[in-house]
């Protein structure tokens, strides 16, 4: 299986910030990760596939970069909206597995 | 824009089976994967398993052993989660996602139902 280590698994920041999370593949799986934001009670939300490219509709504050083994995912300028737990997902082979996910306050 | 609309909320008994349904309420039910994941109160996201609904074509996680199955009634456009022998860990939010892009492109997670509370207690 392909496992997701994300990192840290909680983040305190403060409006307008830059942040970044972490994640590490335990294989290869070339760019194939994305990013997902979930609010309280909410189902989650895709913010990012092929580890960066922007989904439709996403903020442009929001960027991912990696490939291989590491991946990140970048917020800038930190707005109240944007707190949730941010998970990455490896989508390159089954069983498609989440990270532990990053909880984000602010 | 597609919506995916999940059936109402179950509570179980230990050993008992669930069925839990997901419609696509429109017509590009098919040519995409269609995802279950899953998430434990408090916990984080889990995936499930997948379907092609065109073809039927199935994967699961091994974490299910032999208790998961999927499939698709494509004259309805939809697809069901069955879980066999129910346990009190199994207790969660069931979501079902429909991937985007096409051929090698696609990515998962492009559109999500409401989720669907299951609940396991004796």
């Known amino acids: 299986d392909f496992q997701m280590t994300q990192f840290p698994s909680s983040l305190s920041a403060s409006l307008g910030d830059r942040i970044t999370i972490t994640c590490r593949a335990s294989q290869d799986i070339r760019n194939y990760a994305a990013w997902f934001q979930q609010k309280p009670g909410k189902a989650p939300q895709l913010l990012m596939y092929s580890a960066a490219t922007l989904h439709s509709g996403v903020p442009s504050r929001f960027s991912g970069n990696g490939s291989g083994t590491e991946f990140s995912l970048t917020i800038d300028s930190l707005r109240p909206e944007d707190v949730a737990v941010y998970y990455c997902q490896n989508y390159y082979s089954p069983p498609y597995n989440f990270g532990q996910g990053t909880r984000l306050e602010i | 824009q597609v919506q995916m609309v999940q059936s109402g909320a179950e509570v179980m008994k230990p050993g008992a089976s669930v069925k839990v349904s997901c419609m696509a309420a429109a017509s590009s039910f098919s040519s995409q994967y269609l995802h279950w994941v899953r998430q434990a109160p408090g916990r984080g996201l889990e995936w499930m398993g997948l379907?092609?609904?065109?073809?039927?074509?199935?994967t699961y996680s091994q974490a299910f052993h032999d208790r998961i199955a999927v499939t698709r009634d494509t004259s309805t456009n939809t697809i069901y989660m069955i879980l066999t022998g129910l346990k009190s860990d199994d207790t969660a939010v069931y979501y079902c996602?429909?991937?985007?892009?096409?051929?090698?492109?696609?990515?998962?997670?492009?559109?999500w139902g409401q989720g669907t509370l299951v609940t396991v207690s004796s």
């Open positions: 379907i092609n609904p065109d073809t039927g074509y199935t």
């Open positions: 996602a429909r991937s985007g892009g096409s051929g090698s492109g696609w990515y998962p997670g492009h559109i």
